[in-house]
């Protein structure tokens, strides 16, 4: 009999991706989505999907009383910076409020091994690059200080209970799905990539460059960026360690190298052919000049070894995602 894994979020963007990299190893999967931001079609075919919210502690403890889940792997929440500046509160609520009554019931109901989709915003400005985990937890926006915190109450959960768990900090997440069966579907789009495939598509007007005068060599930021296959495979290692009684872990999911904003353009317009339209505009509050992660931990603890390190590689994945979302709404409107 297969492990049962509770997926929260399991529509959206990053949780539809570790859904099928779950189903693909052989799990069970429920996801539990309020499709808020998720995308049912996402969702593995063969996977549960229940309509609902992680803060309602009733239904979070039918779901896994229901289907005997043995762990969760923890995505719904709020996720944009520059929203957390404008609404802090929103996202003390939707962040650690919410993963409070998930880890509670979860708790309740045995389950083995918890997995928190946490961020490299917990770094806030880093002392050095790369970033490991033992550097200082500084946060410089609300969205960072809200996943810190549920950071620190698995933390303390674990060392009260038992509890087993893996809080894996993403650096930034770019890509679809190599097959074609999930992308980065948000009706308000913020991610970098995502918005540079829909300008070289002709979906936007220009792609703005926020802030050009950070201490880089092109003054513009700097993140590391990991295709989100390489992620999805990062949390199937980590569950496989949870389940086989490894210890707790807290680890980088990056790849150790950076790209800066007008590098990714580059590469967009490498890929695509087309030069893009690029409007200057003003730094937004709470993002940090460079982020750019250590993968050892992961890489030495769970065995993980990425497959799609490539920046063309990821512009294209998400090219052909975007390509596929436009003819999708192409044949809605039609009909």
């Given at each position: 009999m297969t492990e049962t894994v509770l997926v929260t979020g399991g529509a959206g963007y990053i949780g539809s991706h570790c859904a099928h990299a779950l189903r693909d190893a052989g799990y069970t999967v429920v996801v539990l989505d309020d499709l808020s931001t998720g995308r049912r079609a996402s969702v593995p075919a063969d996977a549960a999907f229940v309509a609902g919210d992680i803060g309602d502690g009733a239904l979070v403890a039918e779901v896994l009383a229901r289907y005997r889940v043995a762990a969760v792997m923890h995505f719904a929440g709020s996720i944009v910076v520059s929203e957390s500046v404008r609404e802090p509160l929103r996202y003390y609520r939707n962040n650690p409020a919410n993963s409070q009554v998930l880890i509670d019931a979860s708790l309740r109901a045995g389950v083995r091994a918890f997995i928190f989709s946490s961020t490299a915003a917990v770094y806030?400005?880093?002392?050095?690059?790369?970033?490991?985990?033992?550097?200082?937890?500084?946060?410089?926006?609300?969205?960072g200080w809200s996943k810190?915190?549920?950071?620190?109450?698995?933390r303390d959960y674990a060392a009260?209970?038992?509890?087993?768990?893996?809080?894996?900090?993403?650096?930034?997440?770019?890509?679809?799905?190599?097959?074609?069966?999930?992308?980065?579907?948000s009706p308000?789009?913020?991610?970098?990539?995502?918005?540079?495939?829909?300008?070289?598509?002709?979906?936007?007007?220009?792609?703005?460059?926020f802030g050009e005068d950070y201490p880089t060599p092109d003054g513009t930021c700097i993140r590391d960026y990991i295709h989100v296959s390489d992620l999805a495979d990062a949390h199937v290692a980590a569950l496989r360690h949870l389940l086989g009684g490894g210890?707790?872990?807290?680890?980088?999911?990056?790849?150790?190298?950076g790209f800066s904003v007008l590098e990714v353009?580059?590469?967009?317009?490498?890929?695509?052919?087309?030069?893009?339209?690029?409007?200057?505009?003003?730094?937004?509050?709470?993002?940090?000049?460079?982020?750019?992660?250590?993968?050892?931990?992961?890489?030495?603890?769970?065995?993980?070894?990425?497959?799609h390190d490539d920046l063309?590689?990821?512009?294209?994945?998400?090219?052909?995602w975007e390509e596929r979302l436009e003819?999708?709404?192409?044949?809605?409107?039609?009909?």
């Open positions: 806030g400005e880093p002392e050095r690059v790369p970033i490991d985990e033992d550097q200082p937890t500084r946060p410089i926006n609300p969205y810190l915190a549920t950071e620190w109450m698995l009260a209970t038992g509890l087993r768990y893996a809080a894996l900090r993403y650096f930034n997440v770019a890509g679809a799905d190599p097959a074609g069966r999930t992308g980065q579907s308000v789009a913020t991610h970098l990539l995502k918005l540079a495939c829909q300008t070289a598509l002709g979906q936007r007007q220009q792609l703005s460059v210890d707790s872990l807290v680890a980088n999911c990056g790849y150790g190298r353009v580059a590469a967009v317009e490498r890929v695509t052919g087309r030069k893009l339209p690029v409007a200057k505009a003003a730094r937004r509050p709470g993002d940090p000049p460079m982020l750019v992660g250590s993968p050892e931990r992961i890489r030495r603890v769970l065995g993980w070894t990425p497959r063309d590689f990821i512009v294209g994945t998400a090219l052909a003819r999708e709404t192409r044949k809605e409107n039609v009909a």
